[in-house]
């Protein structure tokens, strides 16, 4: 079997060998620096794409919280408003008029609330629902449900609660019944509803009325999170290509920068292969990838206890690693001519060696076929190995040249004797 014509010359040449191993021992040596480098560069890469995923992450989970924050300290502020006519301590005497104007004053001056409502416990008000049967603010029994809410045109108009004790349909009176058996802030599902003005993405949120451990009632508004999408929307990560999302606890888009269609969808529709790492990432508060995506997901607080929601960041992998491809591409184009550079000397002396053995091989061949040239001997220019085996065997061949010139004067004096 004829092997390669590589291995030919490694076994036929002192230069070939020299030249092989070197070479080889050279490629390898900036094979691994090269993977290194590459894989230290990567690394860096999605490090750095991990703090600025968080940190975009954390900052949109504070605002989002900041905002409910406000919206949980408004409606708590009106809560204990409404709830002194109740609280022996301070005795504050207000008609149902007089809370309804509190109410519009509050859906004035707060331009993300759609609407602003109160919905007391039966004859809780003021023991006088007998008296208020059918009225504006007021259901047919006379329970005390008044409704502040904005029209398209910005006027505020008054009506009443429903859905409170929904038998049928108990989910959408969820709001209450929730608020009054855990008499703590209530965050509802989010509704995408229609209006003149176009779609809004509303939540409702509650407060309990209570004083000295007594339920009276609640008070609530229905938030426009269109604010949120304007958040996100201000996010610029990897030149737009990322993507920053803020999901509910029940898997809702809340907010999607580029992609408004998606709102009010589950994550799951919307993302599929994200949405089953979602609990994982938010537990951990880390960034992995998934697919063509790094995905990094952080809960925050919207101040309804175990209502956490998550803000998303989602970033195509190439995008983070591109700069480590590049910077790869560039070690190896800078290798090749390192290495290329680096074969001249290992060339010249590979020669250097090999041409003082391969003369001494050439005067030894010519030595052993009987028609020599005495007089030729190996150059010796340096003080190396190669220089030492050269002066050697210029004394040998001297050494040789003294013994073969004595036997030839000899021959020629029997020659000259015997005639």
């Given at each position: 079997?004829?092997?390669?014509r590589?291995f030919d010359?490694v076994?036929g040449?002192?230069?070939?060998?020299i030249?092989?191993m070197i070479?080889l021992?050279?490629l390898?040596?900036?094979g691994?620096i090269?993977?290194?480098?590459?894989s230290?560069?990567?690394?860096?890469?999605?490090?750095?794409?991990?703090d600025?995923?968080?940190?975009?992450?954390?900052e949109?989970g504070?605002r989002?919280?900041g905002?409910f924050?406000a919206?949980?300290?408004?409606?708590?502020?009106?809560?204990?408003t409404?709830?002194?006519?109740?609280?022996?301590s301070i005795g504050l005497?207000?008609?149902r008029d007089?809370?309804?104007?509190v109410?519009?004053m509050a859906?004035?001056?707060?331009?993300d609330?759609?609407?602003?409502?109160?919905?007391?416990?039966?004859?809780?008000?003021?023991?006088?629902?007998m008296?208020y049967?059918g009225t504006?603010?007021s259901?047919?029994?006379?329970?005390?449900?008044?409704?502040?809410t904005?029209d398209a045109?910005?006027?505020?108009k008054?009506?009443?609660?429903?859905?409170?004790a929904?038998?049928?349909?108990?989910a959408?009176?969820?709001?209450?019944?929730?608020?009054k058996?855990t008499?703590?802030p209530?965050i509802?599902?989010?509704?995408?509803?229609?209006?003149?003005?176009?779609?809004?993405?509303?939540?409702?949120?509650?407060?309990?009325?209570?004083v000295?451990?007594?339920?009276?009632g609640?008070?609530g508004?229905?938030?426009?999170l269109?604010?949120l999408?304007?958040f996100?929307?201000?996010?610029?990560?990897?030149?737009?290509?990322g993507?920053?999302?803020?999901?509910t606890d029940?898997?809702?888009?809340a907010?999607?920068?580029g992609?408004?269609g998606q709102l009010?969808?589950?994550?799951t529709?919307?993302e599929?292969?994200?949405?089953k790492?979602l609990?994982?990432?938010s537990a951990?508060?880390?960034?992995?990838?998934?697919?063509d995506?790094?995905?990094?997901?952080?809960?925050?607080?919207?101040?309804?206890?175990?209502?956490d929601?998550l803000a998303?960041v989602?970033i195509?992998?190439?995008?983070?690693?591109?700069?480590?491809?590049?910077?790869a591409w560039?070690?190896?184009?800078?290798?090749?001519?390192l290495a290329?550079?680096?074969?001249?000397?290992?060339?010249l002396?590979?020669?250097?060696?090999?041409t003082p053995?391969?003369?001494?091989?050439a005067?030894?061949?010519?030595?052993?076929?009987?028609?020599?040239d005495?007089?030729?001997?190996?150059e010796?220019?340096?003080?190396?190995?190669?220089a030492?085996?050269?002066?050697w065997?210029?004394?040998?061949?001297?050494?040789?040249?003294?013994?073969?010139?004595?036997?030839?004067a000899?021959?020629?004096?029997?020659?000259?004797?015997?005639?």
């Open positions: 079997m004829k092997m390669p590589v010359l076994r040449s002192i230069r070939g060998k030249i092989v070479g021992s050279m390898t040596t900036v691994f090269v993977a290194v480098a590459v230290s560069a990567r690394d860096t890469a999605v490090n750095l794409a991990t600025q995923a968080m940190s975009v992450v954390r949109q504070a989002v919280e905002q924050a919206v949980l300290e408004s409606l708590d502020s009106l809560a204990s409404l709830g002194a006519v109740k609280d022996s005497d207000l008609s007089s809370a309804t104007g109410l519009r859906l004035a001056g707060n331009e609330f759609l609407s602003v409502f109160s919905a007391w416990e039966p004859d809780a008000f003021d023991d006088m629902d008296g049967q504006a603010g259901d047919a029994s006379g329970r005390f449900l008044p409704m502040i904005r045109s910005g006027d505020l008054l009506g009443s609660v429903t859905d409170y929904n038998d049928k349909t108990p959408k009176s969820h709001f209450y019944l929730a608020t058996e008499r703590a209530y509802g599902e989010l509704k995408l509803v229609e209006s003149k003005s176009g779609q809004h993405l509303v939540c409702r949120v509650t407060v309990p009325i209570v000295a451990e007594t339920f009276y609640i008070v508004a229905d938030l426009d269109s604010s999408q304007g996100v929307d201000e996010v610029d990560i990897y030149g737009g290509e993507h920053v999302s803020i999901v029940t898997g809702t888009v907010a999607r920068d992609h408004e009010g969808h589950q994550i529709e919307v599929p292969d994200q949405a790492h609990i994982d990432l951990k508060g880390t960034a992995v990838r998934v697919g995506e790094f995905v990094c997901a952080v809960p925050f607080s919207t101040g309804s206890a175990g209502h929601w998303m989602e195509p992998f190439d995008l983070i690693t591109a700069e480590g491809t590049s910077l560039k070690l190896v184009l800078i290798s090749v001519v290329t550079l680096a074969m001249i000397p290992i060339y002396v590979a020669r250097s060696i090999a053995v391969k003369h001494a091989a005067i030894l061949q010519d030595l052993a076929s009987g028609d020599a005495m007089a030729r001997r190996l010796v220019n340096s003080r190396d190995e190669v030492e085996l050269a002066h065997f210029n004394r040998f061949a001297d050494k040789l040249q003294t013994i073969i010139a004595a036997q030839e000899q021959a020629e004096e029997i020659g000259c004797s015997s005639r």
